[in-house]
């Protein structure tokens, strides 16, 4: 039962435009959400965040927008650079839990073309 | 230096064997977690540490174990190795506060033939 998806295995774009990532998930508990970025032969990086009692985080040219109606989060790169090819994840937690633990989708690999 | 760091890097084994991978942190962190990485599959928690005395399974448990021997470092062993435990995996660390954000080692590469 995957309680975070990531339905889109894989996206290209064009160096300078917009990339759109998407990231779904079932459990309405989930309170807290993180997008990592992973390198080949590289450990998981921590990118931005949102809690979910906001609808919109933004850092540089990284933005996370939540739609809880929706159980729908979205990372969007603005504008996108080759140094973004990478593989995003997507993870959700309960805060509310005191676990720390995460709950990952199956990741996107994101190709920004030259 | 790496904050977490995780050996080794890559290892091949077979069938049956006692494999260990290790993971040690410099970052002061009570929590520690494993995960192992498959295609398609995401990032999925074996065990995960909140201190030396504390050690909860996660979500893909069986066929592993872990020691928590000190603060800084966490191992997990394989008892006796089976090929679907073919994975990347990962050792991450966190600090309770205001964020459930985790910071990742650089992963083994671990292959049962």
């Known amino acids: 039962d995957q309680q975070v998806k990531q339905n889109s295995p894989s996206l290209s774009v064009q160096e300078g435009r917009i990339s759109i990532l998407n990231c779904d998930y079932t459990n309405s508990m989930f309170d807290y959400f993180l997008w990592y970025k992973k390198y080949p032969a590289e450990g998981p990086t921590f990118l931005i965040s949102?809690?979910?009692?906001?609808d919109k985080n933004e850092d540089g040219r990284f933005t996370v927008f939540l739609n809880k109606s929706a159980k729908h989060l979205s990372l969007h790169i603005v504008p996108s650079q080759p140094g973004d090819s990478a593989v995003y994840f997507c993870?959700?937690?309960?805060?509310?839990?005191?676990?720390?633990?995460?709950?990952f989708g199956q990741g996107t690999t994101l190709q920004v073309k030259p | 230096d790496a904050d977490v760091t995780q050996t080794p890097r890559n290892r091949i084994t077979k069938t049956g064997k006692r494999i260990m991978l290790e993971c040690s942190q410099t970052?002061?962190?009570?929590?520690m977690y494993w995960y192992r990485q498959d295609p398609g599959l995401g990032l999925r928690l074996i065990y995960y540490?909140?201190?030396?005395?504390?050690?909860n399974k996660g979500e893909i448990s069986d066929g592993y174990s872990v020691s928590r021997q000190a603060q800084a470092k966490f191992s997990l062993s394989l008892e006796s190795a089976i090929p679907n435990q073919t994975a990347l995996y990962f050792c991450a660390t966190s600090d309770p506060g205001p964020t459930d954000t985790q910071y990742f080692g650089p992963g083994t590469r671990l292959t049962v033939l």
């Open positions: 540490s909140f201190d030396v005395k504390d050690i």
């Open positions: 949102i809690s979910s009692i906001k």
């Open positions: 993870a959700a937690s309960r805060r509310s839990s005191n676990t720390g633990k995460l709950i």
């Open positions: 970052k002061g962190h009570d929590r």
